[in-house]
């Protein structure tokens, strides 16, 4: 299974399905997960973060703007999920691809660690949105 982002809680949560239910999964790819039960101090960058995107958009068009608030709509439906959600430890190879901007959170790969059994860990020179076509083709 791969999961890519916010992908990433669906696909280890697919898992953990699968292994509760006695099927094999060979491997697990997380590409770039944000953490999950995000603390506090982090909420308020985004939030911060999300202000000047908001500020930033006040210049777009009616048209572009609606795309906006969608967009936006569903990633704050993700991000609450992302905090709500805690995942149990999952026994499962995982192979984790981290961009170096999450990488420096203090902590990061140590969580995820603590429920991933990662088999290995690769750090990205690129940001995350640079993960995804064009950027990247396999």
């Known amino acids: 299974l791969l999961g890519f982002s916010f992908g990433v809680h669906l696909a280890l949560e ?7 239910a006695g099927e094999e999964v060979a491997h697990l790819y997380a ?16 939030s911060r973060a999300r202000e000047e995107v908001r500020n930033f958009v006040l210049g777009l068009s009616p048209e572009k703007e609606f795309r906006h608030h969608r ?16 995942p149990q430890p999952l026994q499962v ?11 420096a959170i ?3 790969q140590r969580r995820w660690q603590s ?4 088999s290995s860990a690769t750090i990205l020179d ?11 083709q396999v």
Do not use: K, S
């Open 93 to 103: 190879p995982t192979t984790l691809f981290v961009t170096r901007i999450r990488e």
């Open 106 to 108: 203090p902590g990061y």
């Open 31 to 46: 590409v770039d997960p944000p953490l999950f039960r995000t603390p506090a101090t982090f909420r308020q960058f985004l």
């Open 71 to 86: 967009c936006r709509t569903q990633i704050l439906r993700n991000m609450r999920a992302r905090d709500q959600y805690d």
């Open 115 to 118: 429920v991933l059994n990662v």
């Open 126 to 136: 690129v940001p995350h949105h640079m993960i995804v076509e064009p950027h990247v």
């Open 14 to 20: 697919a898992a953990r399905q699968f292994v509760a």
